[in-house]
């Protein structure tokens, strides 16, 4: 299975989270964990997803949900799993 | 299961520290492109690198893509092109056209540097060794992307007085040829004592003999983190301060570990080597003085500054080695002048000269890089300063390079700009006394005692 991470971090304001996974729904994204908390006023959201049934390229995911955090004022990033797992693991 | 923590640690190094990939470079053997007909070296040269080499950006930026880690350079190293060419090259002219044919090829897949325009001469030159040498100065100034690399001794060999002397002569040849653009063909010309095989960096990359037909290797950087995580342990001690690089360097090597993996599968050649160096660039927050400053020295240039640089050099290996299934080419502290803001600002503030930074050549990874001298430094001068550094690595043991900038019709308090990864240099002064009587001597100096443990 592809885990992928998605890391949204900005300035909270209504409805990330429901735009965010709208967004993971209509790609076939599925979420298998969350954890967000609000840090000195700023959002930050972790999510751990499966993207093995998306519908199109990882890459391009990454590059749509860049450009919808742009809208929000946030910063949206897609990584791979591994790279955390390779920095972090032993 | 990944902590949040741990994700935000990661993006903060990517964000805030500039973590990144230097460079996949992409090794590749030319020995089966020697042929007695020029124009049927050029041919399969051209080849064999576009078909080699065909996805190596593309493959680089899907991995950029997947991962979130930049990689900042997709670059390529070939076979010292004195050993390719050398059944077919009459003259400085051809191995001129192999240079062109190089830096076609460099342009067609979209890499911005190519590597191997080398002549290892550690001990004799071949005439096709010196040729390929007298026309570093054309080949480079008439092409965009290639890089030389001449290696003028080793522990094994001693050094090559001769080609120490010839050394110095290109040197200012590279300099006048390009005085129009800063004397830019120096930046791209290394002189080596014990030159790896794998070095994937340029200027001085090239693929080894040794090496296989193809091979994949990774440079990782990140000053920028090192510096970051001392921050954290300010006025702690030696045992504290070392620790903390090492858990760093673990953490950036994985990063190159995993890029070298990965595309080593996409491409379907084999993974060599991670290189596990600190490259500094001119960006703000991403230099190696900025570390040993945060060690504890006022400015880089202090006393203490080569015992600084002595333990992070050697703090970067022992965290990176575990990190990495294969460590090879350079690996430890780069410190070039004109790439790295804090060595910039210690020149201009007299607090770093040339014989300092050749002391801290003793426990760097490399040696003299990128130092622009003023143009009235003569030939025989600068193969002084070669041969310095090939006997300060012959006798260590060590990789030792000069990649000096005489730069034509300066002086000091003028500086060279090249700008992007290459910065600038202010041109710094260098010891007024001759030393020509020793570089006319010719001949080699003998390997030392150390070096016979057959």
Known sequence: MTKTIITVVGKDTVGIIAKVCTYLAEKNINIMDISQTILQGYFNMMMIVDATECTMPLSEVAEEMAALGDEMGLSIRCQHEEIFNMMHRI | ?454
Request: hydrophobic share 40%; glycine share 10%.
């Open chain 2, 1 to 454: 299961m990944i902590s949040t923590y741990e994700v935000i640690e990661t993006n903060k190094m990517i964000d805030e520290a500039r973590l990144d990939v230097r460079t996949i470079t992409m090794g590749i053997s030319l020995l089966d492109c020697i042929d007695s007909d020029i124009n049927i070296v050029n041919e399969k040269i051209y080849n064999k690198i576009t078909t080699c080499a065909k996805d190596l950006v593309k493959t680089g930026e899907e991995i950029e893509a997947k991962y979130g880690v930049p990689i900042v350079n997709k670059r390529i190293s070939v076979t010292p092109v004195a050993l390719v060419g050398g059944a077919a090259c009459r003259n400085e002219e051809d191995f001129v056209s192999i240079a062109k044919t190089l830096d076609k090829a460099a342009k067609a897949v979209g890499v911005n540097f190519i590597g191997g325009y080398s002549a290892l001469v550690s001990k004799g030159m071949t005439p096709a060794e010196e040729l390929l040498i007298r026309s570093i100065p054309v080949a480079l100034s008439s092409t965009e992307r290639v890089c030389s690399s001449v290696n003028v001794g080793s522990t094994k060999t001693g050094i090559n007085m001769d080609a120490v002397k010839l050394m110095g002569e290109i040197i200012k040849e590279c300099a006048y040829l390009t005085r129009d653009e800063e004397s830019v063909a120096c930046s791209k010309l290394v002189v080596f004592c014990n030159a790896p095989d794998d070095n994937p960096f340029m200027a001085g990359a090239f693929h080894g003999v040794t090496e296989a037909d193809a091979i994949i290797n990774v440079g990782v950087s990140g000053p920028g983190v090192v510096k970051r995580a001392l921050e954290k342990v300010r006025g702690e001690n030696f045992e504290v301060l070392c620790e903390t690089i090492k858990r760093t360097a673990f953490k950036v090597t994985r990063v190159g570990q995993l890029v070298a993996q990965e595309a080593s599968e996409r491409l379907g050649i084999p993974f060599g080597i991670v290189d596990l160096s600190l490259a500094p660039t001119p960006a703000i927050g991403d230099s190696v003085a900025e570390i040993l400053e945060e060690i504890g020295l006022e400015s880089v240039g202090a006393p203490g500054t080569t015992a600084a640089l002595a333990l992070l050099n050697d703090q970067v290996k022992k965290g990176g080695v575990m990190a990495s299934s294969y460590v090879g080419g350079l690996s430890g502290a780069f410190i070039p002048v004109s790439e790295d803001q804090g060595m910039i600002d210690a020149v201009n503030r007299n607090a770093l000269t040339l014989e300092k930074l050749e002391a801290m050549t003793c426990v760097c990874s490399v040696g003299l890089d990128m130092i622009a001298v003023p143009g009235s430094t003569t030939a025989a001068t600068l193969s002084g300063i070669i041969a310095d550094e090939a006997a300060i690595g012959m006798i260590n043991q060590k990789t030792t390079a000069v990649r000096l900038i005489p730069a034509y019709g300066k002086s000091i308090g003028d500086s060279v700009q090249y700008g992007g990864l290459f910065g600038y240099a202010p041109v710094m002064p260098v010891n007024p006394y001759a030393c020509d009587d020793f570089i006319n001597r010719g001949g080699r100096i003998p390997a030392p005692i150390h070096s016979f443990k057959n």
